[in-house]
């Protein structure tokens, strides 16, 4: 798939999760997507994400920098929100925090297969106070 096309999916992916459109996530990410290594499958990735749009209410995916290579996507996304209670082992409680996710896919068949992110936590750390 050319890097163009793939781009182009990737940033309408982007959209479905920003409109919580998940009736179109299966259009995506494939039916048995992995996460970080745990094998998740398509309903698995969509209760994690609606359960980080519960705990984010104002969650908004933002491409910072994106790369298309073959079947692969690399991807640095910024986010700037508010999320509730705990967010990564920290009080947030409501307070906004700002930081980049750093996530690579490989898509198969024009659908994500797989996912591997890491979340700047240091970012998220320096925003709050100890």
Same mark, same amino acid.
């Given at each position: 798939?050319?890097?163009?096309?793939?781009?182009?999916?990737?940033?309408?992916?982007? @959209?479905?999760?920003?409109?919580?459109?998940?009736?179109?996530?299966?259009?995506?990410?494939? /039916?048995?997507?992995?996460?970080?290594?745990? /094998?998740?499958?398509?309903?698995?990735? $969509?209760?994690?994400?609606e !359960?980080?749009?519960?705990?984010?209410?104002?969650l908004?995916?933002?491409?910072?920098l994106?790369?298309?290579?073959? /079947?692969?996507?690399?991807a640095?996304?910024?986010? @700037?929100?508010?999320?509730?209670?705990?967010?990564?082992?920290?009080?947030?409680?409501?307070?906004?925090v700002?930081?980049? !996710?750093?996530?690579?896919? $490989?898509? !198969? @068949?024009?659908?994500?297969?797989?996912?591997?992110?890491?979340?700047?936590?240091?970012?998220? !750390?320096? /925003?709050?106070?100890?």
């Amino acid at each position: 798939m050319a890097g163009d096309d793939l781009g182009a999916i990737y940033r309408r992916y982007v @959209d479905c999760l920003n409109a919580q459109d998940w009736e179109r996530l299966g259009t995506f990410v494939h /039916a048995e997507v992995s996460h970080n290594g745990r /094998a998740f499958g398509l309903a698995g990735y $969509r209760a994690m994400l609606e !359960e980080d749009f519960r705990q984010i209410p104002d969650l908004r995916f933002q491409i910072d920098l994106l790369v298309c290579e073959g /079947a692969n996507v690399a991807a640095r996304l910024w986010f @700037d929100c508010t999320p509730r209670g705990s967010f990564l082992g920290r009080p947030v409680n409501g307070r906004r925090v700002q930081f980049a !996710e750093h996530v690579f896919y $490989r898509f !198969e @068949d024009g659908q994500i297969k797989t996912v591997s992110s890491v979340l700047d936590k240091s970012a998220v !750390e320096a /925003a709050l106070p100890s």
